[in-house]
Structures are given as structure tokens and as C-alpha cells.
């Protein structure tokens, strides 16, 4: 009877809860550096954001949900594979990176392919491309990248807009590029090399003609703004800052409306450049803000989001759609270009009266709230109710959802780290996770409304301890340690067993 017991269960837990006729297309809008009070619905007073606002009034908009890190690279890492960036030292990539997601790793992609979907990538990706033991050929096929971790299609900007290459990658080839003017990617002029010679922003300034750099990208010049690394050639294929998001929304639509009368499903993850650095939104949204570059990009994100939505529509693929939108993490404002966004005030930065942050305290880089929390609207007509939840919930839970909504158990070496969050993520259930793990430089842990952070290390004086209640605090502003040490070293216990595996969370729960 026990062995039935148990096979029956194991039955009815990978059981799928959708036929394959009834399986939702899932789509993911992914923003850059949008924090959570950087849309309409979420308190935003200076930049309209009417579609995304439509997308939330129509869809369940959270106000706990969370990316997994305060930077990118990692926060990205661990939505697709479930696992969080620090167990494999993943941090901000420079240009020249190999792939942080190794070919045969089971990713949100591959998920959905082996379920019987068709999968894409279009827009930034900055997970890195090519294998580490040799350069990447540019001029060739530029290999390993999305292709072999689970997409069929791929239109990427290989790394970050401030970073060279700043060239389109159509899967394994770059975009539009002249044999005549091969592209190298490296600190030192190619031998024999006579392409095109760009100039170098630490020689010369003046040949930053858009803005000026701030710090650090000021290596290769190219559209007049100075970029992290250095690149030769592929004059041919470089992009237009200024027309970048209609290139992402044209690729969306174009690969949306191919998918009209289909039988199989699909998965879109859709990966803006804004409103990450150098913010450079095309003139017919320039002034569409009451702020300066970061605002009128946001509306520009606003407006691909219109276009996304718009083409589902059009082709008769809303309502059986899931649009999630969300960020890889929280604002931050100077990052590394003059562009007239940041007003320093006595306490922060600010981009000239607004928060992106919203109430939470911090932004992009910083391990309190407003690092990791960051706006998150999931959409599916007829399946989720439309309105708000306080549920905890964080990207990184996406892998094992999913899989529980296909009915596709995971391995137990897979998605260590991605728990199954689906009824939060649909409506059904106001709590969702209790224990949640914030990265930056450091590592914090939420359980529920208790947050904690160890001591360690800070930019100028090592930091003590910190632990905050959310609840009646939630601007981090009453380090309440010293009154609750017990429960800051129950904390510290846990968070101990989370970094070494998620099997000893659980143990520490129940002391």
C-alpha cells in the first residue's frame, strides 16, 4: 500500500496541467536597469508608460517580485538556469567573455523546447559567447552562444550597449559585415590589420561627440560615445544607438507574426538595451519625459512593449499568451556617461526629482531592496485574474514553475536553485516564497519580512550586520540588530545553508 501510495503521487506531481493544444506561447519582456518605481503603475509621476500600465491593468502586477542580483550578467544567469550566480562566480562580463551558461546545462529554453516549442532570443544578451579556450572568430561563426543552450533563433547584441562589439549577431553571424573590414575584438591592433581604426577615448575626448564618458568607457569611440573594450573594423555592420529598439521591436514583430497558425507553441525572451547606458533613444522620444536620457528611454521601452503586445494582437496570439514583464535589476543613474540624468541630493542620486526606486532603499550594484526588487506584470487573459499581489516571488523561480505548469519534472542536479512557485506567479496564492536570496557584492537573505545582511565588507570601512524588518521599515533605515540578535544568527544559519545547497534550508527552518 505504501509503495502505491507512492507512485500514485509521483503520478499526479508530473502530471501536466495543460494538453498540448492548450500549452501558452511565453513571452518575456526584459528590461534593463528599470527599477521599480520606473513605470505609471508603480508610482511613476514623470514618465509615461501607458502600454506597460495597460499590460498590469489587464495582468497581476506584484509588488514583492524580485530578480536574483543588483547587476546583470548574474540576475540573467539564474532566471535561465535556475541556479544562482555566485555558486559559479558569475559577475558582470567583459566584452570578451566566453559563455557563463555551459552547452548541455538545462535552461529555461531548453525547458520549453523538450515540451515542444519553438524559442528565441532577440535583444541584448551579455552572457557571453564562445567557449573561453579559443578567441571568438568574429568574422565566422561565433560559437557557442544561445543556439547551443536551447534557442532556435537568436538576434542579439553579443554583450551590453556600452560594451563592444557594437555589431547585431543573427545567430552565428554578425550582422551585415564586410569581409574588407574584418571585426576583431582584442586591446591590441591585429597584426597586419588595415580596417577601420576607431578612435580612442582616453587620447581623445573630443571625439565623444554625443556625451562624454564618466568613468571607464572610454576605450573604443563609436557613434561619437566611448565604450568599455576596444574593437577594429566592422565599420560595415555597426549599429544605430538612436534605432536600436525599433530594431529589437521589428525583430520581435517579425518573428511573432511568423508564428501565426502554428501548431507548436512558442517562447520569446524579449531583452531591451534600455534603459541601461549610454542612453540614447531615437528623437521622436527625446523630450517625451520630464526627465532628461533615462526617461525618454523608458518611454521608448514603454512604446516596445506597445509594439509586442500589439503584434500578439494582431495575430490572433493574445489570449492564449503569457507576457511577463520584468527587470535584470534595480536604477541607477550616472553609470559611466555625462548624459544629464543624475541630480545628486544630500542623501542620493536622483534623476531629477524621481526615484526609480520607488520606496525601497538602493538601486542597481547595492544589496538592499531596491537592487533586487523591480517591477514584475504577468499577463494571460482568461487564466490570470487581473490585479495586485503582495507575493514574494523571484525570477529564478521561472525554471521549476514552468516545468511544473508542462509537466516536465526537473533532475535533481537541475535548477538547484529554482523552487516551484506557480500558484503565486498565477494569482492563487497571496504569500508565495518565504526564503528569498538577494546577491550584489555580498549576499542578503529575506524570510518573510525579516531581512538580513552580514557583516562584511563595504566601499570604505568594513559593515556591520544589518537586519530590518520590511514590514514597519521598508526603506532600510532602523538596523534593528542589536535588539534581535537571536533571530539575525537563525537568519545567518539559514543563509548558511542556502550558499553551501538548498537541502540544509530546509533542516535550519525547522530548528
Not at 48 to 72: I, M, N, Q, V, Y
Not at 93 to 119: D, S
Not at 360 to 386: A, D, F, H
Amino acid at each position: 500500500m505504501k509503495m502505491f501510495t507512492t507512485i500514485a503521487a509521483l503520478i499526479i506531481s508530473v502530471t501536466p496541467l495543460l494538453s498540448a493544444a492548450d500549452k501558452p506561447n511565453v513571452v518575456i519582456i526584459y528590461g534593463d536597469d528599470v527599477g521599480w518605481g520606473d513605470l505609471g503603475c508603480y508610482g511613476a509621476k514623470k514618465i509615461p508608460t501607458p502600454h506597460l500600465d495597460k499590460l498590469a491593468g489587464e495582468g497581476l502586477r506584484f509588488t514583492d517580485g524580485h530578480c536574483s542580483a543588483a547587476t546583470c550578467t548574474p540576475s540573467r544567469f539564474s532566471m535561465l538556469t535556475g541556479i544562482h550566480g555566485f555558486r559559479h562566480g558569475v559577475r558582470i562580463l567583459a566584452p570578451n567573455a566566453p559563455m557563463t551558461i555551459k552547452p548541455g546545462t538545462l535552461t529555461l529554453p531548453q525547458l520549453f523546447k523538450n515540451a515542444g516549442y519553438t524559442t528565441a532570443v532577440i535583444g541584448k544578451w551579455h552572457l557571453g559567447i564562445g567557449d573561453g579556450n579559443t578567441p571568438v572568430d568574429w568574422n565566422g561563426d561565433v560559437k557557442p552562444g544561445p543556439l547551443e543552450i536551447g534557442f532556435d533563433y537568436s538576434f542579439l547584441l553579443p554583450s551590453t550597449n556600452d560594451r563592444v562589439p557594437c555589431v547585431y549577431l543573427e545567430n552565428h553571424r554578425v550582422v551585415g559585415l564586410d569581409p574588407n573590414d574584418p571585426l576583431y575584438v582584442s586591446k591590441t591592433k591585429p597584426e597586419g590589420f588595415k580596417g577601420t581604426v576607431y578612435p580612442d577615448g582616453r587620447k581623445d575626448r573630443s571625439a565623444m561627440t554625443y556625451y562624454q564618458s564618466t568613468h571607464g568607457h572610454n576605450h573604443s569611440i563609436i557613434n561619437g560615445i566611448g565604450r568599455i573594450g576596444t574593437m577594429w573594423g566592422g565599420k560595415s555592420a555597426l549599429w544605430n544607438d538612436e534605432t536600436m529598439a525599433d530594431e529589437f521591436a521589428k525583430q520581435a514583430r517579425k518573428y511573432i507574426s511568423a508564428r501565426k497558425g502554428k501548431k507548436e507553441p512558442f517562447f520569446l525572451f524579449w531583452s531591451a538595451a534600455d534603459i541601461h547606458v549610454p542612453r540614447a533613444p531615437h528623437p521622436r522620444f527625446k523630450g517625451k519625459s520630464e526627465l532628461s536620457y533615462r526617461g525618454d528611454a523608458m518611454v521608448q521601452l514603454d512604446w516596445c512593449a506597445g509594439e509586442i503586445t500589439k503584434a500578439l494582437e494582431e495575430n490572433g496570439l493574445s489570449k492564449n499568451t503569457i507576457v511577463i514583464f520584468s527587470s535584470d535589476n534595480g536604477p541607477v543613474y550616472d553609470d559611466g556617461y555625462d548624459d544629464g540624468t543624475t541630480v545628486k541630493t544630500s542623501t542620493q542620486e536622483m534623476d531629477r526629482g524621481h526615484d526609480g526606486s520607488g520606496p525601497w532603499r538602493g538601486g542597481k550594484y547595492q544589496i538592499y531592496e531596491g537592487g533586487t526588487r523591480v517591477p514584475l506584470i504577468i499577463r494571460w487573459p482568461g487564466k490570470i485574474k487581473p490585479g495586485t499581489s503582495p507575493a514574494t516571488v523571484s525570477q529564478i523561480d521561472f525554471l521549476a514553475s514552468f516545468a511544473t505548469m508542462l509537466g516536465s519534472p526537473l533532475k535533481p542536479d537541475q535548477a538547484i536553485d529554482s523552487r516551484n512557485n506557480l500558484n503565486a506567479l498565477l494569482g492563487k496564492d497571496a504569500q508565495g516564497t518565504r526564503i528569498l536570496v538577494e546577491e550584489a557584492k555580498g549576499i542578503a537573505i529575506r524570510d518573510g519580512e525579516w531581512k538580513y545582511i552580514p557583516a562584511g565588507t563595504g566601499k570604505k570601512k568594513k559593515m556591520a550586520g544589518q537586519l530590518y524588518n520590511l514590514k514597519t521599515d521598508p526603506g532600510e533605515q532602523d538596523n534593528v540588530i542589536s535588539k534581535h540578535p537571536k533571530r539575525a544568527q537563525a537568519m545567518q544559519k539559514i543563509l548558511t545553508a542556502k550558499i553551501k545547497s538548498d537541502k540544509g534550508v530546509r533542516a535550519a527552518l525547522s530548528e
